[in-house]
Structure formats: structure tokens, C-alpha cells
């Protein structure tokens, strides 16, 4: 499976990459890098996204945009045939991850919403919801 992922906590990706390493994961940091991916001819599974994304730290990294701004692309720009197939919300901003979800509701995908926590609880119920 082809699973991007949208955070700009690097503890964050390294959960990640250690509960998806049997999938392809495409890691990010911007709304502007995750919109690029979403442009090109990949088609992802699984979509995960968290809201707020300017906090980044990383000097190297243009920190501009949100989560919101991917799940406003993914509702007003991508065909049916683009939209990925599920969506991970992990945000711990509720009031930008419920705005995220209203938005996304207009796809016809699955939409999940979790607050992101490093526990093998979350792992579980994040891959439940990739096999699903």
C-alpha cells in the first residue's frame, strides 16, 4: 500500500515508519510538499494528516499552510479516481481536525480521526483502519 504522511514532528514520523514498515510510506512536512505528491500520477491508500504544521523547526524546511490546505485540495482539485482511498486524521488541534473532516466528508472516502499518541493501542487501531 502507498500511504503518504503529513507532519512536521519528526518523533511523529518515526512512529510511523515503525507501525506502517511493511507499507510504502512518502513522508512530509508542508502542506506545499503534500499537495505536490497528491499533483503527480501516485495514488495513495491511505492519506495521513495532521493540522497544525507550522511549528516546524527545521531551518531547511519552508513551514507554510495546514492540513486544512491539503484536505481543501483533496475535496476542490482531485478526481474521484485521484482522492485516496482513506484518510488518517492525527491532529491534536480538534477544532482544525474536526474542520479538516467537514471538509472531507465532500469525497466519499473513509475519514479517520484520532488524536495522534505514541502507544501500541494506536498503532493497532491506525492499521485496523489501513486493512479494513
Given at each position: ?41 501516485l495514488r495513495f491508500d491511505l492519506v495521513c ?81 489501513l486493512e479494513a
Amino acid at each position: 500500500m502507498l500511504i503518504l504522511i503529513l507532519d512536521d514532528d519528526n518523533n511523529r514520523h518515526d512512529c510511523f515508519r515503525q507501525w506502517l514498515q511493511d507499507h510504502n510510506c512518502l513522508h512530509v512536512k508542508t502542506a506545499k510538499a503534500a499537495i505536490t505528491l497528491l499533483k503527480s500520477d501516485l495514488r495513495f491508500d491511505l492519506v495521513c494528516l495532521d493540522h497544525d504544521l507550522d511549528l516546524c523547526t527545521d531551518p531547511d524546511i519552508e513551514s507554510t499552510g495546514t492540513g486544512h490546505d491539503v484536505a481543501r485540495f483533496i475535496s476542490s482539485h482531485m478526481s474521484i479516481k485521484q482522492i485516496p482511498k482513506k484518510i488518517w486524521i492525527h491532529s491534536w488541534n480538534n477544532y482544525g481536525a474536526m474542520e479538516m473532516e467537514t471538509e472531507l466528508r465532500l469525497c466519499n472516502t473513509e475519514i479517520r480521526r484520532n488524536e495522534f499518541a505514541n502507544a501500541p493501542l494506536y498503532a493497532r487501531v491506525l492499521l485496523d483502519f489501513l486493512e479494513a
